[in-house]
Nanobody, 125 residues
Framework: QVQLVESGGGLVQAGGSLRLSCAASGRTYRPYTMGWFRQAPGKEREFVASMHTNGVSTYYADSVKGRFTISRDNAKNTGYLQMNTLKPEDTAIYYC??????????????????WGQGTQVTVSS
């Protein structure tokens, strides 16, 4: 079992920045791919970014490429999502997730075994 807890969400003006954190605990000695997803009101959950445990394999949704950066500190069992140049359409609940069986970064929701409870990000215009 892996437990994930997100933090760092909040209210920010358009053009601003936020950094989300995802603290992992439990069986974190197993390598896992970390992913970030988001879900806006009335919409389906969508992929945002992913990074394999090797820190080399990464993948971003086109909508956030160049604005968001995923990173992780394996020694601290913590992942991050740096979000810059935020737009109102980035408003959503952001979830981190862990895929213990993935061998690379992946956008496939079905590959993620564990999910955090989510943190709200609101971008005002």
């Amino acid at each position: 079992q892996v437990q994930l807890v997100e933090s760092g969400g909040g209210l920010v003006q358009a053009g601003g920045s936020l950094r989300l954190s995802c603290a992992a605990s439990g069986r974190t000695y197993r390598p896992y791919t970390m992913g970030w997803f988001r879900q806006a009101p009335g919409k389906e959950r969508e992929f945002v970014a992913s990074m394999h445990t090797n820190g080399v394999s990464t993948y971003y949704a086109d909508s956030v490429k160049g604005r968001f950066t995923i990173s992780r500190d394996n020694a601290k069992n913590t992942g991050y999502l740096q979000m810059n140049t935020l737009k109102p359409e980035d408003t959503a609940i952001y979830y981190c997730a862990a895929a213990t069986g993935a061998f690379r970064a992946t956008m496939r929701t079905s590959e993620y075994d564990y999910w955090g409870q989510g943190t709200q990000v609101t971008v005002s215009s």
